[in-house]
């Protein structure tokens, strides 16, 4: 079992923010921001590559409510998700990473490792 679907199984603790049928949103263990919030599906999916559409809709929508439970759907936010080695994802798990509560900026791409077509 992968660590997210730990968490799901409540095997490793987290510190929740929002839960329904389908997806589950928690406090990242190492914030990059001051809201950093990961929300997840349920079901196992090993990333964006892989979710049907139809979860990503209701997916969609569930992460509005988080945005707006946590204080920062007026003041502004960023989803992210990592996929596949390029995109630097760890864990193998479908995740949004919800970050907001600061003005982020924008380009953290000065470490990006070249490639040939650079
Ligand atoms: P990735 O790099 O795969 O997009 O992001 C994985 C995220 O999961 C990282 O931001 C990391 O801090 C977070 N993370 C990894 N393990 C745990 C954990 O056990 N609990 C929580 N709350 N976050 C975790
Ligand atoms: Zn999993």
Request: glycine letters at 8%; aromatic letters at 12%; charged letters at 20%.
């Amino acid at each position: 079992m992968c660590i997210f679907c730990k968490i799901i199984a409540k095997e490793i603790p987290s510190n929740m923010v929002a839960e329904n049928e389908s997806f589950y949103a928690f406090h990242d263990i190492n914030p990059k921001a001051p809201v950093h919030v990961l929300i997840i599906p349920k079901a196992h999916y090993d990333s964006f590559n892989d979710v049907p559409g139809e979860v990503m809709g209701k997916m969609s929508t569930f992460m509005q409510e988080v945005a707006k439970a946590v204080g920062i759907d007026e003041s502004g936010y960023r989803i992210i998700s990592n996929i596949g080695e390029d995109g630097a994802q760890e864990v193998k798990h479908l995740h949004f990473h919800l970050l907001g509560g600061a003005h982020l900026r924008w380009g953290h791409f000065a470490d990006a490792d070249s490639k040939d077509f650079f």
